[in-house]
């Protein structure tokens, strides 16, 4: 199993960037995939969730009506796309594939003026 992440970068605050994870190693298509992020000092939190076909989606409270996950089978990819950036979504952005417990390595996204 393989996680790549990708996109991270520096942001202003009010800014976008889109975040991808391309899998491999596994039949991607049947399962969830999950963003968690870790702010420096901080724990590792859950951000956003989204089921195998893309129907169903979940995200945490901070991040809701400003992030958006999504997914294309085709491409084994899924994505994070992260609007109106606010410096406390500063962080090291994870996919993690849960039911075998993989992770990424990480991407570094860094919201500042």
């Known amino acids: 199993v393989q996680l790549v992440e990708s996109g991270g970068g520096l942001v202003q605050p009010g800014g976008s960037l889109r975040l991808s994870c391309a899998a491999s190693?596994?039949?991607?298509?049947?399962?969830?995939m999950s963003w968690y992020r870790q702010a420096p000092g901080k724990e590792r939190e859950f951000v956003a969730r989204i089921g195998s076909l893309g129907a169903s989606r979940n995200y945490a409270d901070s991040v809701k009506g400003r992030f958006t996950i999504s997914r294309d089978n085709a491409k084994n990819t899924v994505y994070l796309q992260m609007n109106s950036l606010k410096p406390e979504d500063t962080a090291v952005y994870y996919c993690y594939y849960r039911s075998r417990g993989y992770w990424g390595q990480g991407t570094q996204v860094t919201v500042s003026s």
């Open positions: 190693g596994f039949t991607f298509s049947m399962y969830d």
